[in-house]
């Protein structure tokens, strides 16, 4: 499969099998994570697996959606801010290099037969109790992970190429 192949092939899986994941493939997805970039090469990701029932329970007072529960595995893609890198304006990159990790999660999941959709619409507060994270350490963003009820892709909805890609300067027409 291509790059451009796998890219298209990823989508966000909302309905699980409630088959289990095996563990060398878990392995493999953060083979991927390991690969990742980042700023200065910090690597301030941190990742926390929730597979047992118990820990699933606590955590829909984090995320109240019934669909996220039919995945096997949740996993919470954190970012520990004592380490990531600050450039000399205060920016924290920090989140950027977790996107870019959980982003080769996804898409090696996909490549496996595996479903995952971000989510970043829960609530960060009883995350960090949930999840026991020290004040440095936020979570960035979680995804479900398992088999995919549907495997056929939905039309994939996204903007013309044009609409994001300019020539020189914000705006400008390209050639080709
Ligand atoms: C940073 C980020 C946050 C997202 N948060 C949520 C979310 O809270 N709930 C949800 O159902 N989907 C969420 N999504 C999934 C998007 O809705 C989805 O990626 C987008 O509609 C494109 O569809 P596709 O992933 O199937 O290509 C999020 C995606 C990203 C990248």
């Known amino acids: 499969m291509s790059f451009y192949e796998l890219a298209h092939s990823r989508f966000s899986v909302r309905k699980y099998k409630s088959l289990p994941v095996e563990e060398e493939t878990l392995e493999e997805l953060f083979k991927a994570v390991a690969l990742a970039p980042s700023a200065c090469n910090i690597q301030p990701w941190v990742f926390i697996v929730l597979r047992d029932e118990q820990s699933r329970l606590s955590f829909r007072t984090v995320y109240p959606r019934e669909w996220f529960y039919s995945a096997p595995v949740i996993i919470a893609a954190c970012c520990d801010h ?28 996909a490549e496996r037969g595996l479903g995952t959709c971000w989510v970043g619409n829960f609530n960060v507060e009883t995350a960090c109790r949930v999840l026991r994270l020290p004040a440095n350490v936020a979570p960035v963003a979680l995804t479900p992970l398992g088999y995919p009820v549907a495997t056929t892709n939905p039309e994939k909805v996204r903007k013309e190429i044009s609409e994001f890609v300019f020539e020189g300067y914000f705006g400008g027409k390209r050639t080709t």
């Open 82 to 109: 004592d380490r990531s890198w600050k450039r000399n304006d205060g920016k924290d990159f920090g989140e950027i290099d977790v996107a870019i990790a959980l982003d080769h999660l996804t898409l090696v999941a």
